[in-house]
């Protein structure tokens, strides 16, 4: 005799063992407890959610002696409906009685008494694939049902049925089931039947099945049967074409190092391996999804995939518009596989394709920012040139001018090195870069003319760290770090920040590729303990306003006032 299958065998025998379903399962219950059992229901959702199985249990519950504590599963009309013999329970597969002499005879059958139980229920399922005609047949059955008749309809489409008969219905629809709730059940499950699966096998399977219970169930006793009952998660990869997270990890970080030599490899490698490179990109987008949702809200409770840890150096290596970039590039990208003779092929075109269009991006920006600053040699910026002398000032021998001093605009830049971003790192912290973070998403709604400059300045910036007394940001080029790290902007930066957004900390920046390198220094350096010391900031003093005095001496300079 064959083995049951797991799906079978675990097939729920009560509303309580119902898994995920928890709006539907009350629904039913309250009904059946108060006895306002409908005349028809819709059951639309998934396959593998549990609409068969919930019809059933219905078809059960309302022929159970004992209502109270319906399905009870102890009376003749439980344990014939539980073995599927129950007269009055009738099982429909519309895929194949699709024609209208079928629900034709089922109308004129409807009409009979029930034999053994107090209702005749007709569950058919697949609805949506009845004929023109037999739906059009069904409906007036359905809008004038014979006395003591339940019509439980299932299917996966519903706007494939005929609105007269959904408004018919009384419409319950099934979710997918989450991933959490069916690790917990796969869990449970193999402790009944004795199978070893740790809870990263588990979720592993959980997030195989896609929210199915049913398909989950399949895995597993695949898994089972490839394993001899002993489930790890290489096993399941291998079985199903996949790659580890750790794998998938490394290829990101080859992608966006531009690393083509490592990405074909192991393109190459996968393909031996027999990958699903259409599944890869499926795995690649949820990572980076992680990534973007931890970059704005940096809370691990929202990942799906990633570590904290993972996401966090995603977050801090790239900014929220690459990594969304990246996502658009790869869901484009599957539409590849429809037309390419081979899947790595698809898979290293999509691939190049993100790292090409990404590099342009980054590109496109950083000549467009140049072109808008003056220019900077080293770390200070150009003084303006003085007027020259007109030739007709010279033959007139007009007295020379006072020698001239510097001028006042002179950008002196405060340089950041790699030691003073790894002290930067040390006294930052996630708290203080998700309020940071927060205020400066309110920069697009300031108005006013004195705010487009800084508008300007950081329409690229994001901030990746933030302590108490420093906020850093990382822009994309090193022409807009030198500005927003200049004497003369920084501090009108930060009064402009503390006003506005009320971010009250000294300002600096780097750029994303500096910043980059200097995460993957941290991490070397905190593994070899030579992390260099904590960062001290110099905050600044509250600026004192200018007397009418001073404010004409800085006007028309010292030499040329005299003060009465």
């Known amino acids: 005799m064959s083995k049951l299958a797991l799906y079978q065998k675990y097939r729920s025998t009560t509303f309580d063992e119902v898994v995920g379903q928890e709006v539907t399962v009350r629904t039913i219950k309250n009904a059946i407890r108060e006895?306002?059992?409908?005349?028809?229901?819709?059951?639309?959702?998934?396959?593998?959610?549990?609409?068969?199985?919930?019809?059933?249990?219905?078809?059960?519950?309302?022929?159970?002696?004992?209502?109270?504590?319906?399905?009870?599963?102890?009376?003749?009309?439980?344990?014939?409906?539980?073995?599927?013999?129950?007269?009055?329970?009738?099982?429909?597969?519309?895929?194949?009685?699709?024609?209208?002499?079928?629900?034709?005879?089922?109308?004129?059958?409807?009409?009979?008494?029930?034999?053994?139980?107090?209702?005749?229920?007709?569950?058919?399922?697949?609805?949506?694939?009845?004929?023109?005609?037999?739906?059009?047949?069904?409906?007036?059955?359905?809008?004038?049902?014979?006395?003591?008749?339940?019509?439980?309809?299932?299917?996966?489409?519903?706007?494939?049925?005929?609105?007269?008969?959904?408004?018919?219905?009384?419409?319950?629809?099934?979710?997918?089931?989450?991933?959490?709730?069916?690790?917990?059940?796969?869990?449970?499950?193999?402790?009944?039947?004795?199978?070893?699966?740790?809870?990263?096998?588990?979720?592993?399977?959980?997030?195989?099945a896609n929210g199915g219970m049913r398909d989950a169930l399949s895995i597993m006793d695949q898994c089972a049967s490839f394993c001899s009952d002993v489930i790890r998660e290489e096993d399941i990869d291998r079985i199903y074409g996949l790659t580890s997270r750790e794998e998938k990890i490394d290829l990101l970080h080859d992608i966006f190092d531009q690393n083509v030599k490592s990405i074909l490899e192991r393109t190459q490698a996968y393909e031996h391996q027999g990958i699903d490179f259409q599944r890869m990109i499926d795995d690649l987008v949820d990572m980076l999804k992680d990534a973007v949702v931890y970059t704005y809200a940096s809370d691990s409770s929202l990942l799906k995939v990633l570590t904290p840890e993972e996401a966090a150096l995603f977050a801090n290596q790239e900014t929220a518009g690459s990594l969304m970039h990246m996502i658009n590039v790869l869901l484009e990208g599957k539409g590849r596989f429809k037309f390419a003779q081979s899947q790595a092929s698809a898979f290293e075109v999509t691939v190049l394709d993100a790292i090409v269009s990404r590099e342009t991006i980054v590109q496109a920006s950083t000549q467009e920012q140049v072109q808008k600053e003056p220019p900077v040699i080293g770390t200070l910026a150009m003084p303006s040139a003085a007027p020259q002398a007109s030739p007709v000032q010279s033959v007139q021998n007009t007295p020379a001018p006072p020698e001239a001093k510097p001028a006042d605009n002179a950008q002196k830049v405060i340089t950041i090195s790699e030691d003073d971003l790894l002290g930067m790192m040390q006294i930052a912290d996630k708290q203080n870069k998700a309020e940071d973070q927060q205020k400066f998403a309110g920069l697009s709604t300031i108005l006013g003319i004195s705010a487009a400059k800084y508008k300007n300045m950081l329409k690229q910036a994001s901030i990746v760290l933030s302590g108490p007394q420093i906020v850093v940001f990382a822009v994309p080029d090193q022409v807009t770090a030198d500005r927003i790290n200049s004497e003369s902007e920084n501090r009108d930066l930060y009064e402009f920040l503390k006003k506005e957004l009320g971010i009250d900390k000294r300002p600096y920046a780097v750029t994303n590729v500096f910043f980059k390198n200097g995460v993957q220094s941290y991490v070397t350096h905190a593994k070899q303990g030579t992390l260099p010391e904590k960062f001290k900031a110099a905050a600044y003093t509250e600026k004192k306003e200018e007397t009418t005095e001073e404010k004409v001496l800085k006007l028309f300079g010292e030499e040329n006032v005299d003060i009465i």
């Open 35 to 208: 006895n306002k059992v409908g005349h028809a229901y819709l059951f639309c959702g998934p396959r593998g959610t549990g609409k068969t199985t919930m019809a059933r249990l219905l078809a059960k519950a309302v022929n159970c002696e004992h209502p109270e504590k319906a399905p009870c599963g102890e009376c003749d009309n439980c344990k014939m409906a539980a073995a599927g013999t129950h007269p009055d329970i009738i099982e429909i597969n519309a895929a194949n009685e699709t024609h209208v002499e079928d629900v034709r005879d089922l109308i004129e059958r409807a009409r009979l008494a029930p034999m053994v139980g107090r209702h005749k229920v007709y569950i058919i399922d697949e609805v949506h694939q009845l004929s023109s005609a037999a739906a059009s047949a069904l409906l007036k059955t359905l809008e004038e049902p014979p006395e003591n008749v339940i019509f439980i309809l299932a299917t996966t489409d519903p706007q494939k049925l005929l609105p007269t008969i959904v408004s018919r219905c009384q419409r319950f629809n099934f979710f997918r089931i989450r991933t959490d709730q069916i690790q917990k059940h796969l869990l449970d499950i193999a402790e009944k039947e004795n199978i070893q699966m740790d809870e990263a096998a588990a979720l592993k399977i959980a997030l195989l």
